[in-house]
Every structure is written in structure tokens, then in C-alpha cells.
């Protein structure tokens, strides 16, 4: 399922950047602040938090994977309603950490927009990614199961939501 999570790292790699974050939080043209887009199937731990902690003074992150797939029959024919979900984690770290989440948007973004501006990245779509089989298309995207997690920590933000692939697959009739 690489060309979904592609397709998503792709689309937020597009749209961020400057004058991505609303008018007034930097200067016109000045570029956001840094953003890694990371294939959580690449990353080997991700559970240590103080690690993480480490890795957000260098910029904000996001990741991606995929999490599952399922597939139902439709009527008596031999296609079947298809859904792929992507997980999405969203993470930052607060300005006087010397990280980039800052609710004034002096030293960074506040966590508000950061979410805003991914969240935007994915919903504006218009079309869907090559899904790397012939008789699978996507119809639509949503997101679900948001998980805000920041409540938790007092200096590291985190935000989970699962981007569910909703499409159809045809089947050659026997």
C-alpha cells in the first residue's frame, strides 16, 4: 500500500510551504517552519519519546503509514467496495523546548494552524493516487479517528487521524 502513503507524503510536501500558515503569523513569503514527511515504515522507534523529543528541535513532523485494508462484496456481481487507510501523525514540540509550536507564531507555528494546513493539504485533492493495480479505483478520501494526544505532554504536541482510501474494485467475470 506504498502508493498511498506516497501520494499523501507527496500532497503535504506540496502544499507546505510559504504562505501556507495563515496571514499574519509571519512575515509575507517567509517560509514556515522546518517540516519532516517521514514513511513511518521507514523509522525503526518511534516509542522512545525523549528521542523524539531530539528530533523535533530540528523541525515538526509528520508521518505517514499504512495501517489497513478491507474489502466487501457488491450485489451479485464479483466486485467488491474497497477502503485503505493511512495513518497520519502529526508532532511538534513547544518553542521553549527549542522546538517549533508556538501559539503567538513568533518562534514557530501554533499547533492550530500546523494541524489546519496538513489536515487542508489532504482534503483538497481532486484526484487520487495510481493505486499499482489495473482494476482498483478510488472514488473519494476522508479523514477519521482523530486523536488529539497533546493534553498528555506539556511541551510535546501530537495529533493521530487515519486518511481512509474509499474506492471499488472490479473483478473479471469467470
Same mark, same amino acid.
Given at each position: ?10 500532497? @503535504? +510536501?506540496? *502544499? ?12 509575507? =513569503?517567509? #517560509?514556515?517552519? !522546518? ?52 495513518? @497520519? +501523525?502529526? *508532532? ?12 503567538? =507564531?513568533? #518562534?514557530?507555528? !501554533? ?52 486518511? @481512509? ?10
Amino acid at each position: 500500500m506504498t502508493e498511498e502513503v506516497d501520494f499523501l507524503i507527496e500532497r @503535504i +510536501r506540496e *502544499e507546505y510551504g510559504a504562505g501556507s500558515l495563515p496571514a499574519g503569523l509571519r512575515p509575507a =513569503g517567509e #517560509d514556515p517552519p !522546518p517540516l519532516a514527511l517521514i514513511d513511518r515504515q521507514d523509522v525503526e522507534d518511534e516509542d522512545d519519546i525523549e528521542q523524539r523529543k531530539g528530533e523535533l528541535t530540528r523541525g515538526n513532523i509528520v508521518s505517514v503509514a499504512s495501517v489497513d485494508e478491507s474489502t466487501s462484496p457488491i450485489g451479485t456481481e464479483y466486485d467488491h467496495d474497497i477502503e485503505r487507510v493511512a495513518g @497520519i +501523525r502529526i *508532532e511538534g514540540l513547544d518553542a521553549d523546548e527549542f522546538g517549533y509550536v508556538d501559539e503567538s =507564531g513568533d #518562534d514557530g507555528a !501554533p499547533w492550530s494552524s500546523l494541524v489546519r494546513v496538513i489536515r487542508r493539504a489532504i482534503l483538497r485533492v481532486r484526484s487520487y493516487p495510481d493505486t499499482g493495480t489495473p482494476s482498483i479505483d478510488y472514488t473519494h478520501l476522508e479523514l477519521a479517528n482523530a486523536a488529539p494526544q497533546s493534553q498528555t505532554w506539556s511541551d510535546y504536541y501530537r495529533w493521530d487521524v487515519d486518511v @481512509i482510501f474509499d474506492g471499488f474494485e472490479r473483478l473479471p467475470d469467470i
